[in-house]
């Protein structure tokens, strides 16, 4: 049984009889998945140092290699692909195929320090950018291991008009996957670290409030477990959809409601990285687990990427 109900909201979601099925496999540690409109998924394999791309005619297929170990990805207010990169402590736009054309860095330094390694990555309706800043891409494997050269790992937002990165927070130990509300009043923000989930409102000029925790013991917060709070998306109707434990099995994708409960857990074989809605009606949920790219289909649609809201 992949689907595990705590509350009966989650079967509204989801059915309690849907199933994960393997898209692809055979890869090192999967990550950031972002759907195109034209009718594939992009997603990483970011300790391989290649970002592929998946589609229902042709299956799985390299696009980039290497790939600078490429992290969470998205689509900007124009529709093209936005990567963090854990080689290059950068924050990137490029073509919207993957493949590496156009390249463009928007973020590398914070006051004249190289940035740690950007790792996730979400976009407003207005153009603005916000992405998180954990030391992951400085770990063997993960990135290049190297000296750290800022003190903090920050949040941090990139204005419609460009300039340097705004430091809008700086008090995570490992802040990783981020995502809106519906209406973009709230970020929500987690942090590894800490295996929770932090909600912020969302200012006229972009800033964010300190936050308050939302969801707390989501995993041991221990990179080596695999049972942590890492990618997370919302859907249409606000509820929040993030990585960490499972139930029998030790992994999972957890469902966190707008108020903080714990509507139920999809379980899945192996480690997760990071989830992904797509689809022809927003209602695939791609998880990207160690080595195998699954589908889950569900009956409530995802919250759409800028660009297409």
């Given at each position: 049984?992949?689907?595990?109900?705590?509350?009966?909201?989650?079967?509204?979601?989801?059915?309690?009889?849907?199933?994960?099925?393997e898209l692809g496999a055979g890869f090192v540690f999967t990550e950031g998945p972002i759907w195109n409109p034209d009718?594939?998924?992009?997603?990483?394999?970011?300790?391989?140092?290649?970002?592929?791309?998946?589609?229902?005619?042709?299956?799985?297929?390299?696009?980039?290699?290497?790939?600078?170990?490429?992290?969470?990805?998205?689509?900007?207010?124009?529709?093209?692909?936005?990567?963090?990169?854990?080689?290059?402590?950068?924050?990137?736009?490029?073509?919207?195929?993957?493949?590496?054309?156009?390249?463009?860095?928007?973020?590398?330094?914070?006051?004249?320090?190289?940035?740690?390694?950007?790792?996730?990555?979400?976009?407003?309706?207005?153009?603005?950018?916000?992405?998180?800043?954990?030391?992951?891409?400085?770990?063997?494997?993960?990135?290049?291991?190297?000296?750290?050269?800022?003190?903090?790992?920050?949040?941090?937002?990139?204005?419609?008009?460009?300039?340097?990165?705004?430091?809008?927070?700086?008090?995570?130990?490992?802040?990783?996957?981020?995502?809106?509300?519906?209406?973009?009043?709230?970020?929500?923000?987690?942090?590894?670290?800490?295996?929770?989930?932090?909600?912020?409102?969302?200012?006229?000029?972009?800033?964010?409030?300190?936050?308050?925790?939302?969801?707390?013991?989501?995993?041991?917060?221990?990179?080596?477990?695999?049972?942590?709070?890492?990618?997370?998306?919302?859907?249409?109707?606000?509820?929040?959809?993030?990585?960490?434990?499972?139930?029998?099995?030790?992994?999972?994708?957890?469902?966190?409601?707008?108020?903080?409960?714990?509507?139920?857990?999809?379980?899945?074989?192996?480690?997760?990285?990071?989830?992904?809605?797509?689809?022809?009606?927003?209602?695939?949920?791609?998880?990207?687990?160690?080595?195998?790219?699954?589908?889950?289909?569900?009956?409530?649609?995802?919250?759409?990427?800028?660009?297409?809201r």
């Amino acid at each position: 049984m992949a689907v595990r109900a705590n509350a009966p909201a989650m079967l509204e979601l989801v059915a309690e009889d849907a199933e994960l099925e393997e898209l692809g496999a055979g890869f090192v540690f999967t990550e950031g998945p972002i759907w195109n409109p034209d009718g594939f998924l992009l997603f990483s394999d970011m300790p391989g140092d290649t970002r592929r791309r998946w589609d229902e005619r042709s299956g799985v297929a390299e696009v980039a290699s290497p790939s600078n170990k490429g992290n969470g990805m998205t689509l900007d207010a124009h529709g093209r692909l936005l990567v963090c990169e854990h080689v290059t402590s950068s924050l990137v736009r490029m073509d919207p195929d993957g493949s590496g054309a156009n390249r463009e860095v928007l973020a590398s330094h914070y006051e004249g320090k190289e940035l740690n390694s950007p790792n996730d990555v979400v976009v407003k309706r207005d153009g603005s950018i916000y992405f998180t800043d954990p030391t992951y891409g400085r770990m063997p494997g993960f990135g290049v291991e190297r000296e750290q050269e800022l003190s903090i790992q920050g949040v941090y937002r990139i204005a419609p008009d460009r300039g340097e990165p705004q430091l809008l927070i700086d008090d995570f130990q490992q802040p990783n996957g981020l995502c809106f509300s519906p209406d973009e009043a709230k970020l929500y923000i987690n942090d590894t670290g800490r295996a929770h989930i932090r909600e912020f409102q969302v200012a006229g000029d972009g800033t964010i409030d300190r936050g308050r925790a939302l969801a707390e013991g989501l995993g041991s917060g221990d990179l080596d477990v695999g049972d942590l709070v890492d990618g997370m998306k919302c859907d249409e109707r606000g509820n929040i959809w993030v990585t960490g434990p499972g139930v029998e099995s030790t992994y999972g994708v957890l469902v966190i409601s707008p108020q903080g409960e714990h509507l139920g857990t999809i379980d899945v074989p192996e480690g997760v990285g990071n989830i992904g809605w797509g689809g022809p009606d927003w209602k695939w949920l791609f998880v990207c687990a160690c080595t195998r790219l699954w589908r889950i289909i569900c009956r409530v649609s995802g919250n759409r990427v800028s660009y297409m809201r």
